[in-house]
């Protein structure tokens, strides 16, 4: 079994729809929580970090995890054709350096 | 210009041969990682380096090796290529500011390497 889960999608919604995005892990031993926004033939980049449990917001997206249930989601309002693009997740422990786990990613298009 | 770049960016190969894709970065960062991307398995990480002279596996090291020439060159050897090495690689770079308790990696743009 993975240690994280997430839904490949692809998922397709209308532009200015809020979209949710998830992933579940089982490891209970992560504490930092990551989402990275890929775009067609680039590399991931980082898009909300959060430390623990709670919520963060940046513009238009939002990061929540829940610990108890082992389940984190990023929230975008207002979605934009530019939000086009696969979100991956990822999580690390305390204790791993810099070594992340990944989601596979969902595909998300946001259609004018 | 970019501050991590990866070369080649496309490559196809045959089975046997080896293959070195090389990774610099402009960032001035330590720490450099590779990681590969296939379709349902998402990004797993191959090798990573905390300085010149720190090397460490990753979670898929077997078949491939790796050079840390300088801060600022990471290179990722495939030996004797398989079919099931194609897949696409991205290098990352990060550091670790004094006071923060994580770091942010950034990525390159990805070498897509297809092994005939």
């Known amino acids: 079994q993975k240690e994280v889960e997430q839904d490949p999608g692809p998922l397709s919604v209308p532009e200015g729809a809020i979209v949710s995005l998830n992933c579940t892990y089982s490891n209970s031993a992560f504490q930092y929580f990551m989402w990275y926004r890929q775009y067609s033939r680039k590399g991931p980049e980082l898009l909300m970090y959060?430390?623990?449990?709670g919520n963060k917001e940046d513009g238009r997206f939002t990061a929540q995890v829940d610990k108890s249930s082992k389940y984190i989601s990023l929230f975008i309002r207002d979605s934009q054709p530019s939000d086009s693009a696969t979100y991956l997740c990822?999580?690390?422990?305390?204790?791993?350096?810099?070594?992340?786990?990944f989601g596979e990613g969902t595909q998300l298009t946001v259609n004018p | 210009d970019a501050d991590v770049t990866q070369t080649p960016r496309n490559r196809i190969t045959k089975t046997g041969k080896r293959i070195m894709l090389e990774c610099s970065q402009t960032?001035?960062?330590?720490?450099m990682y590779w990681y590969r991307q296939d379709p349902g398995l998402g990004l797993r990480l191959i090798y990573y380096?905390?300085?010149?002279?720190?090397?460490n596996k990753g979670e898929i090291s077997d078949g491939y090796s790796v050079s840390r020439q300088a801060q600022a060159k990471f290179s990722l050897s495939l030996e004797s290529a398989i079919p099931n090495q194609t897949a696409l690689y991205f290098c990352?770079?990060?550091?670790?500011?004094?006071?923060?308790?994580?770091?942010?990696?950034?990525f390159g743009p990805g070498t897509r390497l297809t092994v005939l």
């Open positions: 990352a770079t990060s550091d670790l500011p004094a006071g923060l308790s994580t770091d942010t990696q950034y």
């Open positions: 959060t430390y623990s449990s």
């Open positions: 960032k001035g960062h330590d720490r």
């Open positions: 380096s905390f300085d010149v002279k720190d090397i």
């Open positions: 990822a999580m690390k422990r305390e204790t791993s350096g810099s070594r992340l786990t």
